[in-house]
């Protein structure tokens, strides 16, 4: 079955690196993505990655992906107060469009 | 490029009556999704619809339902409404390209049911 698992809660400095982890359990997810969520907003897209790839770096993101240990991260450098914002990992599987989710990890900064 | 939009963007609703919420894709997109997101159960997935044909169906009782029309504007609908369905229904669009297919979604209907 699909499972997507994410720690709740992380608490950094502004200026320092934060580091997201997620757990999921369906081996054949095709696609992973990160969306960020910000108090009474949709959901924005942040970055994705194939599964048949281990890294990938957009400005100060990057994802890292274990796929032997179905375990996702992301990484986001010089955080800052902006951050803040709930941050929720997905996999795609199959051909549709449809998304399974964490419940999401609530990141807060402080200057 | 617009992004998804969504109405109304709040709703108040009593229990038993039922609503309508309306989603616009992102031009060109011919795919769009509905999910639901509440404190207790998080994001999950109610329905996915292309070419004005539902093709996947999450696990939610036959009181949801949805429809897509030519232009891949998109409703969906709640009878019957529960206190249980407060929520912060989403709306994705993407362009249904397979495994390279990318969701993005709209702002939200934050649906209260009193």
């Known amino acids: ?111 | 490029k617009a992004g998804v939009t969504q109405t109304p963007r709040y709703l108040i609703k009593t229990r038993g009556q039922q609503v309508t919420l309306s989603c616009s894709p992102i031009s060109g997109h011919r795919s769009v999704s509905w999910y639901q997101q509440t404190p207790g159960q998080g994001l999950q997935f109610l329905f996915e619809y292309f070419s004005e044909t539902q093709r996947n169906k999450g696990n939610f009782p036959g009181r949801f339902s949805g429809r897509q029309f030519s232009n891949s504007r998109s409703e969906m609908n709640v009878s019957t409404l529960e206190l249980g369905d407060s929520a912060l229904y989403l709306c994705a669009s993407s362009l249904a390209l397979g495994d390279t297919d990318t969701q993005y979604f709209g702002p939200g209907t934050r649906l209260t049911v009193l």
């Open chain 1, 1 to 111: 079955g699909e499972d997507v698992e994410q720690s709740l809660f992380l608490s950094v400095r502004e200026g320092d690196s934060s580091v997201i982890n997620c757990t999921y359990t369906d081996s054949s997810s095709t696609y992973l993505y990160w969306y960020k969520q910000e108090p009474g907003a949709g959901l924005q897209l942040l970055t994705y990655i194939f599964s048949n790839m281990d890294m990938k770096q957009d400005q100060r993101l990057t994802v890292l992906l274990n796929k032997k240990d179905k375990h996702l991260s992301l990484r986001i450098a010089d955080t800052q107060t902006g951050d803040s914002a709930i941050y929720f990992c997905a996999e795609k599987t199959g051909g549709y469009s449809t998304l399974t989710f964490g419940k999401g990890t609530m990141l807060l900064v402080s200057p």
